[in-house]
């Protein structure tokens, strides 16, 4: 099992900034790759980018190329995603996810954290 604990959601005007935080825990952490999810209401849950257990690899859905970046700390079994020039269609509820490849699949998610970006 891999426990994933997200920090870091909040409120902020388009064109804005935040940094999102995911501690992961559990069996051999280092091992998976690591993702972040997002789903708005109403929408299907979407991975937004992963990173390879290395951080050689990575993945960005073209919505997001540019503005979003994926990173982590295997020292601190940290996951983070750094979010610039944020649009109000980027609101959604973030969760961190634990899996095999940086474009899936995943078998492990956190419970999430809100990001509403206001226009």
């Known amino acids: 099992q891999v426990q994933l604990v997200e920090s870091g959601g909040g409120l902020v005007q388009a064109g804005g900034s935040l940094r999102l935080s995911c501690a992961a825990s559990?069996?051999?952490?280092?091992?998976?790759?690591l993702g972040w999810f997002r789903q708005a209401p109403g929408k299907e849950r979407e991975l937004v980018a992963g990173?390879?257990?290395?951080?050689?690899?990575?993945y960005y859905r073209d919505s997001v190329k540019g503005r979003f970046t994926i990173s982590r700390d295997n020292a601190k079994n940290t996951v983070y995603l750094d979010m610039n020039s944020l649009k109000p269609e980027d609101t959604a509820v973030y969760s961190c996810?634990?899996?095999?490849?940086?474009?899936?699949?995943?078998?492990?998610w956190g419970q999430g954290t809100q990001v509403t970006v206001s226009s």
């Open positions: 559990g069996r051999i952490v280092s091992s998976y790759a």
């Open positions: 990173i390879s257990w290395s951080g050689a690899s990575t």
């Open positions: 996810s634990a899996g095999g490849d940086p474009w899936g699949p995943y078998d492990y």
